[in-house]
Each structure stands twice: as C-alpha cells, then as structure tokens.
C-alpha cells in the first residue's frame, strides 16, 4: 500500500508562485506513474502534469510553461512548481499515483488534497 500526502497550498496573489509537495510513503516501489490532478468547484478532476517512471513529463496545456513536476525518486517525494499563478488556478489539487502492475500493484492512489487560492 502507498499513502500520498500533499502540502503547499495557500492563498496566492495573480502572477505570484506556490509549490507544491507529495509525500510518497509506504511501498514507493509499487508506484509507476504519477500525477497532478485539480478539481475547481462546480467543475470536474482534471489531469494538470504527470510524469513517468522515467522522469519525463507531460502538461496540460492550461498550465504549460507556467506549472513545473518533478520527482525525487531517493526522497519520495513529488513537486509541483507553479509560477506565474492566475485566479483560474484556483482549485483543489491532488497528488496521484498509479501502481504499477509488475509489483501486483493495480492500485490508483490519491492525496487528500490541498486548497490553492488565487486571488487578489
């Protein structure tokens, strides 16, 4: 089992920046891919940034060239840079982790989540 602990979130001016953590622990060998997922009110979950097992990442294109993931895979830890912020940012993001099936992992983990308030 993999428990995910998000932490950074706050209250932003526009244009201001906020990063991110997610704390991996349990069996961080199981995991295989992992995200960054927000969810506006009113509106659906939506993928914001992953990256895979080989670091490379892959970004919304609400957020590219604005939002930063990054992995450290010796501290277990994953990070989400977020520059540049705008009130539609604003939302609860969520840390996700796919297991991976080569460890008998056919989990999808989740954070509980971390509010990020964009507003003058």
């Known amino acids: 089992q993999v428990q995910l602990v998000e932490s950074g979130g706050g209250l932003v001016q526009p244009g201001g920046s906020l990063r991110l953590s997610c704390v991996i622990s349990?069996?961080?060998?199981?995991?295989?891919?992992m995200g960054w997922y927000r969810q506006a009110p009113g509106k659906e979950r939506e993928l914001v940034a992953s990256?895979?097992?080989?670091?490379?990442?892959n970004y919304s294109a609400d957020i590219k060239g604005r939002f930063t993931i990054s992995r450290d895979s010796a501290k277990n830890i994953m990070y989400l840079q977020m520059n540049n912020l705008k009130p539609e940012d604003t939302a609860v993001y969520y840390c996700?982790?796919?297991?991976?099936?080569?460890?008998?992992?056919?989990?999808?983990?989740w954070g509980q989540g971390v509010q990020v308030t964009v507003s003058s």
């Open positions: 996700n982790a796919d297991g991976n099936p080569v460890y008998g992992d056919y989990n999808v983990y």
């Open positions: 349990g069996n961080s060998r199981s995991i295989y891919g």
């Open positions: 990256i895979n097992p080989a670091g490379s990442p």
